[in-house]
């Protein structure tokens, strides 16, 4: 139980257009997802707290008409890297938390951007 | 903000030793968490930690959270090849949801 999938694993585009990556609980709903950036060899850095049905909550010195978020439903989160630029390219991983009770974020296998 | 230092950044041991790892902050968090993320995939938690003094065993993996709630430290007993990987701490404070991850710490087993 517990899992949360992302779509696509990596993505390759041109500087300028806009990628979507998506976030999906599949076996548990999920009121608030998180989405996190990790360039190499560094940590997970926390861009966004997405919330079912609300807006999202952006962290410091993120653009959040750069990076666009949508919780439409329970057990889906997306995330829109518009206007990519190649210091976009990053791995953004997503966490989910269980709507049903507990603290602990169910990570997703990542998603890996390049922008060239 | 909140920062979670962690050390060391790199460890190259032999397959078989003990490794011990640990993560300090000025902040005091309520819980405690250490994941291990292989290369291209997301984290995995290993061990999670509530209370201040806690010792807290995974098969071959410790973890206490430290008295202080200011650290907190992971110990791998008899290393195999598997455990390479980079092992993350997080912390989290009470009443939020969001965590705060450290460095991490790059494992790497010569056989």
């Known amino acids: 139980g517990a899992v949360v999938s992302q779509h696509p694993s990596w993505v390759i585009c041109k500087s300028g257009t806009s990628v979507k990556i998506e976030c999906r609980s599949l076996d548990f709903q999920a009121t608030t997802m998180f989405w996190y950036r990790q360039f190499p060899k560094q940590s997970l850095m926390l861009m966004a707290t997405s919330n079912e049905g609300s807006k999202a909550t952006y962290e410091q010195g993120v653009e959040k008409d750069k990076f666009l978020i949508n919780h439409a439903s329970l057990t889906l989160s997306t995330l829109t890297v518009t206007s990519a630029h190649p210091e976009d390219s990053s791995f953004y991983i997503c966490?989910?938390?269980?709507?049903?009770?507990?603290?602990?974020?169910?990570f997703g296998p990542g998603t890996r951007l390049t922008v060239l | 903000g909140q920062q979670l230092n962690q050390s060391p950044q790199s460890m190259f041991i032999q397959e078989g030793e003990d490794v011990s790892m640990n993560c300090t902050s000025s902040s005091i968090f309520n819980t405690w968490l250490w994941y291990k993320q292989d290369p291209g995939e997301g984290p995995v938690l290993l061990i999670a930690?509530?209370?201040?003094?806690e010792l807290t065993s995974n098969g071959r993996l410790t973890a206490q959270f430290g008295i202080t709630r200011k650290d907190s430290f992971l110990n791998i007993s008899a290393s195999i090849p598997s455990d390479v990987g980079i092992y993350f701490c997080a912390g989290q404070v009470q009443g939020a949801q969001k965590l705060v991850f450290g460095q991490g710490t790059r494992l790497t087993i010569n056989p």
């Open positions: 966490s989910a938390l269980n709507s049903a009770g507990g603290n602990e974020q169910f």
């Open positions: 930690l509530y209370k201040a003094g």
